[in-house]
Every structure is written in C-alpha cells, then in structure tokens.
C-alpha cells in the first residue's frame, strides 16, 4: 500500500533540474509532498488534487496523472537548500477518514 | 504562535520501562497524528485522532496508545518500551481530514531503547 518514490537517490549540481516519481496502487483522491532536511520535521510543499487543484508552493511543481495513480515533482535550476529527502504521501478515494501514506523517500543533494 | 511543540526531544529508555510522548499545537487544528521515522522506512501512521474525543490505529499500533487529552494536546504511551520501537516520533496536526489539508509536523523525540 505504500506508495514508490524514485529514484531513492540524486546528486545534482546547483542549477541542474530533477524529477521525483511517486507511484501507487490505489486510485487517489490526493497526493501530498513534504521535504526534510536532516535532523528536522517534515515541511509541506504542496497538494495535488483529483480534477486538477493544487495548493503550496509557487516555486515548486507537480503533475498528477489520476488515470496512472503517479504524480511526479519537478524541481528546477535546483538551489542549495533543495538538498533533503523528498516524500510523497498518498490519500486513496471513498475510504472515510483514511491517512496519508507515506513513501520512503528520495534523497536530494545538491552541490555548488 | 509556537504551532506544534513535542517534548521530550530525546529520550533513553531500557527496555520494559514506560512514557508518554508529549505533544501540543496552538493552531486551533482537529486532527492529530502520532508517526514513527525509520530509516528506509518513510513516516508511518501509529495513531490519529480525527477530533477531539476520538482516536483510531493508525499502520503500526502495537505496543502504544494514546489519549486525546483536549483539542490542544495528543499525548503517546509506550507502556512497555522495546528495542524495536527506538525511533524518531513525529506529532502531526492538521486543520481539517488528510485529503486536502496541509499536516504541520512537531521536532520530533528521539527515542532509544536499550
């Protein structure tokens, strides 16, 4: 039930780009993605939801693909502090009140 | 405003002793949530508590429980600590139910048992 995030790992130089996969076996109603850095809590960074509505951040994008069950970020002229471990959390459609599940991560660093 | 505040942040057990994760926001928000971070493992669901008066199991409850002591506080129990529940233990709230809403995540306690 737990969501695929790929890759598990990415270097990338400052300036470089980067896409993050996150892949589930259940039809979705949302799909939410929260960065931690080392040592510290997860911080939101934005929701995707069925039909199109995004909320969060205005320098970061995602897509939602409802029909595949994936959505994918796209990180851009990659800055230092993108460095972190990336997590999508999946939310399945017509379950009540379910939980987010969360993916295991992709970690991203980024060099100067 | 502190947003939500968990205490202690670490935490040295031996294995059989027992306590109580603290955790609290000031933002008003219905929903709580209890995680566990293992490495490779991601965030996984122990508890939650949709309002207040009522709290459900979450992925991994065995060996915890909890108390939703008033809107404000969410308080997690291990009653008997064993080594496997050495972890990180993230508090979670959010205004509304998960679908849409955005989750605010405490520090995080660090917890090892010996």
């Known amino acids: 039930q737990q969501p695929v995030q790929s890759p598990q790992a990415v270097i990338l130089r400052e300036g470089e780009d980067a896409v993050i996969n996150c892949s589930s076996s259940k039809a979705l109603y949302s799909v939410h993605w929260y960065r931690q850095k080392h040592g510290e809590a997860p911080v939101f960074l934005m929701i995707?939801?069925?039909?199109?509505e995004q909320k969060g951040h205005e320098k970061i994008s995602a897509s939602f693909n409802e029909k595949k069950q994936q959505s994918s970020l796209y990180l851009t002229a990659s800055q230092l502090s993108y460095s972190g471990t990336y997590f999508c959390g999946t939310y399945p459609m017509n379950t009540g009140f379910q939980k987010l599940v969360f993916g295991t991560g992709t970690r991203l660093l980024v060099s100067p | 405003n502190a947003g939500v505040t968990q205490t202690p942040k670490f935490q040295v057990l031996k294995t059989g002793q027992s306590m109580t994760l603290q955790c609290a926001q000031d933002?008003?928000?219905?929903?709580m949530y209890w995680y566990r971070q293992d490495p490779g493992m991601g965030l996984r669901l122990i508890y939650y508590s949709a309002s207040e008066g009522t709290t459900d199991k979450g992925e991994v409850p065995n060996g915890y429980n909890v108390s939703r002591l008033n809107k404000r506080e969410f308080s997690l129990r291990l009653e008997s600590a064993a080594p496997s529940q050495t972890s990180v233990y993230f508090c979670a709230s959010s205004y509304s139910m998960p679908d849409t809403d955005t989750q605010y995540f405490g520090p995080g306690t660090r917890l090892t048992v010996l």
């Open positions: 995707l939801l069925k039909g199109g």
């Open positions: 933002m008003n928000h219905n929903s």
